[in-house]
Nanobody, 126 residues
Framework: QVQLVESGGGSVQPGGSLRLSCTASEYIKKRYWMAWFRQAPGKEREGVAS????????YYIGAVRGRFTIAQDNAGNTLYLQMNSLKPDDTAMYYCAAGAGWLGQSWWEPDVFNYWGQGTQVTVSS
């Protein structure tokens, strides 16, 4: 089973940028549907962005569309989340997730993903 390791989190001021990385233990391109989730203290885990690694189609929640970009590398084992114009509401633990099959109509639901990383903390504060 695939293992996922996130990195790139940290503390940044509002308006700043961060790039998160998720390195997989095996080739993920065309094998897994990939996504980034986040969970703030006291809140449920929510899907932020997702990518069909077969077609390259991307999906975002409204709160991050236009500010965040999900992408995969050409080597096929790393997922990225470029986060720009960060806001305090973006503060959360961010998780990388991998799932099987076509998840275009349920990608925001944690239960449809089989594999998870340990998370990386993002804090946006002045």
């Amino acid at each position: 089973q695939v293992q996922l390791v996130e990195s790139g989190g940290g503390s940044v001021q509002p308006g700043g940028s961060l790039r998160l990385s998720c390195t997989a233990s095996e080739y993920i391109k065309k094998r897994y549907w990939m996504a980034w989730f986040r969970q703030a203290p006291g809140k449920e885990r929510e899907g932020v962005a997702s990518i069909n690694t077969n077609t390259g189609s991307t999906y975002y929640i409204g709160a991050v569309r236009g500010r965040f970009t999900i992408a995969q590398d050409n080597a096929g084992n790393t997922l990225y989340l470029q986060m720009n114009s960060l806001k305090p509401d973006d503060t959360a633990m961010y998780y990388c997730a991998a799932g099987a099959g076509w998840l275009g109509q349920s990608w925001w639901e944690p239960d449809v993903f089989n594999y998870w990383g340990q998370g990386t903390q993002v804090t946006v504060s002045s």
